[in-house]
């Protein structure tokens, strides 16, 4: 994961070059700086900063949820309720 300015030369290289996506993938949005950037093995994912919280908050619940139901346990006892909210979008 990295933090990345459109072509900044003052951004630290990671050896993505120029982020070539135009469009948020969280929101579909229009990105401007800057931008969070996840570069997988074959791809990558450009997201505002605010959509990369939401996209993080709902990885970790369904990780966590993954995590409960390979243990067995209920998946209402297995996952801490906080999580549960943020992943709604509750305050």
């Known amino acids: 994961m990295?933090?990345?300015a459109f072509g900044d030369p003052?951004?630290?290289p990671h050896g993505l070059g120029k982020?070539?996506?135009e469009d948020c993938f969280?929101?579909?949005k229009p990105l401007v700086d800057p931008v969070?950037?996840?570069h997988g093995r074959c791809s990558g994912l450009a997201l505002h900063p605010s959509c990369a919280e939401k996209?993080?908050?709902r990885l970790i619940y369904d990780a966590?949820?993954?995590t409960a139901i390979?243990?067995?346990k209920s998946l209402v006892a297995g996952i801490d309720r906080r999580w549960h909210d943020a992943a709604r979008g509750a305050p």
Do not use: D, Q
């Open 64 to 66: 966590r949820r993954a």
């Open 36 to 38: 969070v950037y996840w």
């Open 70 to 72: 390979a243990e067995g």
């Open 10 to 12: 003052e951004s630290p």
């Open 19 to 21: 982020i070539s996506a």
């Open 26 to 28: 969280w929101c579909g």
């Open 55 to 57: 996209l993080a908050v």
């Open 2 to 4: 990295s933090v990345e």
